[in-house]
């Protein structure tokens, strides 16, 4: 005898098997549950730390709900960028299903690492990637790249907008400017064209070695610098910290540089994507490749979370007195003491 409850109890399977049918169906091709996924990182130093953090934890997310499993192998150059091409071949000959590059130049060895190979490669923070030819397009990649394109070439515009808001009295700024580098080319066209209109004087100190580095730093004078600019280029990333800032401090002048990093070693403001976050927007990127999307067919993406972060304890120790709107402003108010 078939009841009422029966025969509900039928139909609720029939519409179960249903749903699965049609989940298996549409579900993206490639897409799988309970895989183990290498994933192989390349950080130049660990000034990636951040960003790399952000990837991994939206990355455990995706693991606890589609029962993945990460394995993570990270190659770090600790500050020699010589040793990054090896490392990258390295990446690329273990075959891992996607490498990771943390940042511009890691970009460029990974680039040349993969030529010929079909291994996604995800990139999670880099400048001028369209002109550096790291990808052809912001739309589609060419190759086996994509990634977040930071457009801090662009930025620098807002940056130079930003002092202007801060220190209204400012008139002379100043750049580090590495011509063989193409985000530093792009940075300080920008510059100038930005600096003219807002009614700034460039100071621009060409270098290429950190010894060039070092001679123009010494000739720093508050006395014919208010500002120090800093555009987004690796060498002088490097040097910020350890050479730039001492001499910076020792003058009271003010550094305005792009990210986290740039506070961390002396600048008293930024502007600039979070670095977390684009960590984290490039995590959605390396799922979509393990759900079988080609890398040519993610577009490259720009930041979603743009900062303006002030280091309130180094604003006080320059004697800068800071409108009460741009701290109004401000994302972020760290208290960093040097």
């Known amino acids: 005898m078939v009841t009422k409850n029966s025969r509900r109890h039928g139909v609720a399977i029939l519409f179960l098997v249903m749903v699965s049918m049609l989940f298996v169906l549409f579900m993206p091709t490639g897409a799988a549950f309970g895989k183990t996924i290498t994933i192989s990182i390349l950080m130049a130093n660990d000034n990636r730390q951040n960003t790399v953090d952000g990837l991994k934890n939206v990355l455990a997310e995706h693991a606890t709900k589609e029962k993945h499993t990460y394995v993570y192998t990270v190659k770090n150059a600790d500050g020699d960028r010589k040793k990054l091409s090896d490392l990258s071949k390295e990446i690329i000959n273990a075959k891992p299903d996607v490498a990771i590059s943390s940042g511009g130049i890691e970009s460029d060895a990974l680039l040349v690492a993969s030529a010929g190979t079909d291994i996604p490669v995800v990139f999670l923070s880099v400048s001028s990637s369209v002109n550096r030819g790291i990808v052809a397009s912001m739309a589609s990649s060419g190759n086996n790249f994509t990634g977040i394109e930071t457009n801090d070439t662009q930025l620098t515009a807002k940056r130079l907008w930003f002092i202007r808001k801060m220190l209204p009295n400012a008139k002379k700024i100043f750049c580090f400017h590495v011509p063989s580098i193409v985000p530093s080319v792009e940075s300080i066209a920008v510059a100038r064209k930005a600096a003219s209109e807002l009614g700034f004087e460039l100071l621009v100190a060409q270098v290429e070695s950190e010894t060039d580095i070092r001679k123009a730093t010494a000739k720093l004078s508050k006395a014919n610098v ?86 309130r304890d180094l604003t006080k120790k320059l004697g800068l007195n800071l409108p009460s709107r741009v701290w109004r402003m401000a994302d972020q108010i760290v208290d960093i003491q040097f």
């Open 226 to 311: 208010d500002v120090i600019l800093q555009l987004p280029v690796a060498p002088i990333d490097r040097a910020l910290g350890s050479i730039i800032f001492p001499k910076a401090q020792a003058e009271k002048i003010p550094i305005f540089g792009y990210g986290s990093n740039s506070i961390k070693n002396g600048a008293f403001a930024s502007y600039a994507g979070s670095r977390y976050a684009n960590g984290q927007q490039a995590a959605r990127l390396v799922h979509k490749i393990v759900n079988g999307i080609a890398p040519k067919d993610i577009p490259v993406e720009t930041p979603e979370t743009l900062e303006l972060v002030i280091n």
